[in-house]
């Protein structure tokens, strides 16, 4: 019988808990104050924003969190000269465990604010400090707890739905299935749910949410704030993908403000990739989540403000300000005001021309392929239509976790939109079935659940497959319709034209108005000698 794997606690406690010097601690003095705590006090409470990074300089502290019974779970007692905090301390979000004085303690307290100068002023420390803020969050992320629970069916769409917010955002949840937890069960009923309402919601605060959108879940737990409408940024950069995140390192780094803004999740496309192997500095491959979460964390380092649900669905028009400040307008009614605007919203999700394919959309039809989705199909056959590298990634990931994919192309081989190195990788799985010059015609099923997919190949044959999860990889459209009134200059197929005659500074990223720029998918040059899209937008 194979061993239970480890948990990180137990392969890296060290990382997870270093205990720091003297002479470390007398540096970190500058950047926080001394507090005293009774026996018995609380020092963080789950729901409620913390003070900040906590370091014991007497006394000990139990840190400790509930699972989705109500039942309390022992992490760690720090003692003198250890600390406390993860990254929601660095944000200065509400904290994700409880932590009470076991004894009178004596802490320097670091809000974060100032963790972050110390961070960037302590390169060797903030080094330290950050890998363990880093590592605690990942073992919140194995046991979800500290995170809302989630109530209902797991192959319910709203479930997935709810599950693949906070799994792309890199939040703890757990979730308690209604058709086998008697935990589940009382909750519906003390709570008084109907079937209509599920699933629930139950925030670390207490509050109850029935069947909530993502930003309705996103502010209860504290993800997303209000922004302050009377605050003028340096930059907003609409959108968090790669191109998003790289511009708000770089801007914060050279103490600009920096606000982004992203209507789903960090990380864009690339984070929903399984692995990529063809990203400079990472011989190895890394999975697209772990590579943006870097990212991600690495703008708030930089004191980069995040807004996550919170999708932009206007720019004011060219009238009022020829060349900025400039207004945007959010789908909660807010405001945000810039000096600068820098458009990265990349591109959107192409849907399959096949009638009712949207009633599947989120339980059985998927746009991405993440821990999540495989362990909704493990062992059973898939379906999987595209050619680029991103479909080639989630072929190779899927075919890890499943009896089977069929890999559908519309074209005649591989080779015209996929990287050799995945082409030679799928010929390799056994269990990989590469049809080409194939269309799907027909998708069946009830009540968003998909039983079968039918399609019909060159020679005109039609196949029809037991199939419950289709993952659609066929491309994307530049999302830039919220440009519409704006007075940005888009193409004919709706990608923003940068440099070139557009605009009088030939800055090859400036749309035609000044102090607004677009990177990553969206934008396409008029300047032959500018760049052109992204690989990934030619190859879609």
Not at 168 to 181: A, E, F, I, V
Not at 182 to 193: G, W
Not at 487 to 507: H, M, P, Q, S, Y
Request: hydrophobic letters at 40%; aromatic letters at 6%.
């Amino acid at each position: 019988m194979p061993a239970a794997p480890q948990s990180i606690i137990d392969t890296r406690r060290d990382q997870m808990f270093p205990i720091l010097e003297s002479a470390d601690i007398e540096r970190v003095r500058r950047f926080g104050a001394v507090r005293s705590y009774r026996a018995g006090e609380t020092l963080v409470e789950v729901g409620k924003v913390g003070p900040g990074l906590t370091i014991l300089l007497t006394g000990r502290v139990d840190i400790t969190q509930h699972d989705g019974s109500g039942h309390r779970r022992h992490i760690v007692t720090h003692g003198p000269e250890s600390f406390m905090g993860e990254l929601a301390q660095l944000a200065g979000r509400p904290a994700l465990v409880d932590a009470h004085a076991e004894e009178e303690v004596e802490a320097l307290i670091v809000p974060p604010d100032r963790l972050r100068a110390l961070l960037i002023g302590e390169a060797e420390l903030g080094e330290r400090v950050m890998r363990a803020l880093i590592l605690r969050r990942v073992g919140l992320l194995e046991t979800g707890a500290g995170g809302p629970v989630i109530v209902g069916l797991p192959q319910n769409g709203d479930v997935l739905r709810l599950e693949g917010f906070l799994r792309r955002n890199g939040h703890p949840y757990q979730r308690l299935n209604l058709g086998t937890d008697a935990d589940a069960k009382a909750l519906i009923e003390r709570f008084h749910v109907d079937a209509g309402q599920l699933p629930i919601v139950l925030c670390p605060g207490g509050q109850l949410l029935r069947n909530p959108t993502e930003p309705e879940l996103a502010r209860c737990i504290g993800l997303l704030g209000p922004i302050d409408p009377n605050r003028l940024y340096d930059v907003i950069v609409v959108g968090a993908g790669p191109a998003g995140l790289a511009t708000a390192v770089y801007a914060g780094s050279e103490g600009l403000s920096v606000l982004v803004l992203d209507c789903r999740a960090f990380g864009g496309q690339a984070g929903a990739s399984a692995r990529v192997e063809n990203y400079l500095g990472f011989p190895t491959g890394i999975s697209g989540m772990a590579l943006m979460a870097r990212a991600y964390n690495q703008a708030q380092k930089f004191g980069v403000e995040v807004g996550i649900p919170d999708e932009v669905t206007g720019l004011d028009p060219l009238d009022r300000a020829e060349s900025g400040p400039f207004v945007l307008k959010l789908s909660n009614s807010e405001r945000a005001k810039a000096r600068s605007i820098v458009i990265a919203t990349g591109a959107r999700y192409r849907r399959l021309a096949v009638d009712g394919v949207e009633s599947f959309e989120g339980s059985s039809v998927h746009y991405w392929a993440s821990p999540l989705e495989a362990k909704l199909c493990t062992g059973q056959e898939v379906a999987l239509v595209g050619a680029g590298n991103s479909a080639g990634q989630a072929a190779v990931y899927l075919a890890s976790h499943v009896s089977k994919v069929w890999l559908l192309l519309r074209g005649p081989e591989l080779a015209v939109s996929m990287s050799r190195y995945l082409i030679d990788r799928i010929a390799g799985l056994t269990n990989v079935e590469v049809v080409t010059q194939t269309n799907v015609i027909g998708l069946e099923g009830h009540d968003g659940v998909l039983e079968a997919i039918r399609w019909r190949q060159a020679s005109g044959e039609e196949v029809r497959r037991p199939i419950q999860h289709l993952f659609l990889f066929i491309g994307a459209d530049p999302n830039t319709d919220w440009l519409s009134g704006s007075g940005i200059a888009l193409d004919a197929k709706g990608f923003v034209l940068t440099g070139g005659e557009c605009n009088e500074t030939r800055n090859p990223l400036e749309t035609s108005r000044r102090r607004i720029f677009a990177i990553g998918d969206v934008p396409r040059a008029q300047s032959s000698v500018s760049p052109q899209p992204s690989e990934r937008a030619r190859k879609s």
